[in-house]
Structure formats: C-alpha cells, structure tokens
C-alpha cells in the first residue's frame, strides 16, 4: 500500500444499501409489487443477525387505473437505506374491468401477502404503515378505516391481517360526492361508469361508500392519520383535506394535517418539508 492514500473503514453489516426487486406477484390475478429493501436481507450471512423491519406499504396516484410503482423510488428509498422494506403496490385497473373496490381489495391483499412471507423479507408482520397520493390516498384512507373487514378480504392470505399501524394521505379524494359535482361532464362520466357501472341511479350510493369521510365512525379504533395537501390543487381540492380532517377530529381519531402553499396537485407539492414530514410520521407511528 501507498503511504499517504487515505484509509477508510468497509461496511460489513451493509448499512445504508438498498436494491430494487420489481415484479413481486403477490396476487393469482397477477398484481405485482415492487420491493425496495436494505441489502442486508439478502445476504444470508447478515439475514439472522437482522432484526425484523418495518414495512411501508406505498400506492401512487393513478385515478383508480394502473399505478407506476416507479415514479417514486428515489423518495421511497430513503426508507430502506433506514433499514425499512418498502413495497410500492399495483392494483387492477378500472378501465379494465375492474370497478371498485377492486382496488382495494388488491392493496388489502398485498399486506397480508407481506404479513405471510415475514420470515422471507425478515420483515417485522406488526410494524405496517401505508402511505398514498391521490388515489392512491383516498385507497389509504380507505385501507386505515376498513382494518380486516370481512366483505373486503378475498381467498389469498385470508388468514393474514389487512390492518396498518399508521396512514398518510397526500392530496387523496376524501368525499367522492363532492369531488365528482359535474355528472354531465364526458371524462367524469367515463370515470365514474368504468368505477361504478353505467346505471347512473346508483352513481351518488357507490360515491358515499367509497368516500373514506362517510367511512369514519364515532369512537370507532383507528390508526393515526396525516393529511397533505396543496391549496392551489386544480384536481383534488383542498377542501377535501378540510372535511377528512374535520371529521377525523370528530370522531375521536388521532389526526394529524399539513397545507402546502400554493402547491398543485403532485409537481411543486414535493418539497423537503412535505417529504420530511411524512417521513416522521411514519417512523414516529410504525
């Protein structure tokens, strides 16, 4: 060795590594999930001295049709450079075939399939967060609301449990009803009857059932919540947020909200702020 080059230590226990692992199939109808986890779980040397991590579970905004569990990886990582394992999920797509809740139902399928492989990710099955934008959001509201219930488990891990330990929303859909005013608008219709059918008498009905406001039950044990969102967002408006947290409060449930100024829906909503506190919340909450 040359005198005078610099030595630094190596990292045997690899921390702060992360990898990639896109097309998990967590579902016989093929949904897929993308694993980003500390690279220490798959070194089978390394893997019994880890203790179990936790999980966040992540769904990106899509209008209820196929996520792209890509587009927030950088952000995402964070979390498994932290020792966590993140599984940003997909779900059937309502142009597809697939109208509500299918999406749900997909999501809530995803965790129990994460609970039943604990051993294989060395996952800790008690410590699950989820964490949505837009749909996506309104998808985790629902998933926080509507812990193991029965009409919304399918066959695949039936044994397994649906429920999070904390949730956070980012500029999701929080009253349906109220979102979806202009019912003779084309792409409103053509949204609405791909979610719901083309019986339009049963449009307002199906809108309430899936608005995670008209989900929330007085006195009722939920996970924490923290809401996000931009005051200048032309797609979801804020006051949806408004109304979420309004009646969180309400109810009794553990609620948290921050307003981005200016902020539209996604692009200049993401600064170091927004991202950091959520951050806190799921760590502080998992």
Known sequence: MIPGIPHVPCNPTLAGQAEVIPHVVYSANDMELTLIRPWAVGDETLKPTLAPMPVLVFVQGSAWTTPNRAFELPMLSRFAEEGWTVATVSHRDITKGAPFPAFLKDVKCAIRFLRANAGRYAIDPERIAIWG?????????????????????????????????????TFGPTDLPALFVYLDNPQVRMMLTAAFGPDDSRWQEEMRKWSPVCRVKDGAKYPPFLLQHGTADPVVPVQQMDTMYTRLKEAGASVEAQYVDGAIHEGSFWTPETRETAHRFIVEHT
Request: glycine content about 14%; charged content about 20%; cysteine-free.
């Open 133 to 169: 934008t837009s749909s996506g959001g309104n998808t985790a509201l629902l998933v926080g609301l509507t812990g193991d219930a029965p009409e919304l488990k399918t066959d695949e891990y039936a044994g397994q449990s649906d429920a999070v330990k904390a949730v956070v929303s």
